[in-house]
Nanobody
């Protein structure tokens, strides 16, 4: 079992920045791949970014490339999502997820956090 708790969401103006955190417990975090997904009202959950267990491999969805950065601190059992140059279309509930492999597909993740709301005003 893995427990995931996200934090860092909030309301920000377009062009601003936020950093999301996801604290993990209950499993060897350093051997777990992590991902961030988001879901806007009326839309399906979509992939945002993922990172390998070592932190050496990352992958991003095209809409966030160059603006978002995923990272992890295995000593703190935490994964981060630094979001810069935010746009209104980034508004969504953001979820972190844990799994065996760095994947862009939500069904390949076994554990999910409760989500944190990010709202970007224009």
């Amino acid at each position: 079992q893995v427990q995931l708790v996200e934090s860092g969401g909030g309301l920000v103006q377009a062009g601003g920045s936020l950093r999301l955190s996801c604290a993990a417990s209950g499993r060897t975090f350093s051997r777990t791949a992590m991902g961030w997904f988001r879901q806007a009202p009326g839309k399906e959950r979509e992939f945002v970014a993922a990172i390998s267990w070592s932190g050496g491999g990352t992958v991003y969805a095209d809409p966030v490339k160059g603006r978002f950065t995923i990272s992890r601190d295995n000593a703190k059992n935490t994964v981060y999502l630094q979001m810069n140059s935010l746009k209104p279309e980034d508004t969504a509930v953001y979820y972190c997820a844990a799994g065996d492999y760095r994947s862009t597909h939500y069904h390949e993740y076994d554990y999910w956090g409760q989500g944190t709301q990010v709202t970007v005003s224009s």
